[in-house]
């Protein structure tokens, strides 16, 4: 997945709208960021995404993963991990932003939905 793929995904997600974070392009739900691009010396080419704090230290303790942190992320407890999504399992990766949206939506947005995908089913 590129930054257009994982972007295009979560707009697909109730109250979800692209915006700016620090000049690189990222996913908003309720005015909190989703996911973001980062482009940086620390972290070239890499999607940032919100996690659980527990599933954070599993992915990037796990050197097996593409999953990574931080200095930065870690200074100021930042519950966020990095990947460059060319290296991720697309399926596992849709998988944690899914759970990123889950995370940060408001929970009105996030009951609907829910409700929305067992009438789905």
Avoid: C
Wanted: overall charge negative; cysteine-free.
């Amino acid at each position: 997945m590129d930054w257009d793929e994982v972007e295009a995904f979560l707009l697909e997600f109730p109250d979800t709208e692209a915006s700016l974070s620090w000049g690189m392009p990222g996913v908003k739900t309720g005015g909190t960021l989703v996911a973001w691009w980062r482009d940086r010396d620390d972290s070239p080419g890499a999607l940032a995404f919100k996690v659980d704090r527990d599933e954070l230290e599993a992915l990037v303790e796990d050197e097996s993963t593409p999953y990574f942190t931080i200095e930065h992320f870690r200074k100021f407890d930042t519950n966020a991990v990095l990947v460059r999504p060319g290296e991720a399992d697309p399926a596992e990766l849709r998988e944690l932003l899914t759970e990123a949206w889950r995370a940060t939506a408001k929970p009105t947005v996030l009951k609907a939905w829910l409700a929305e995908q067992e009438d789905q089913e």
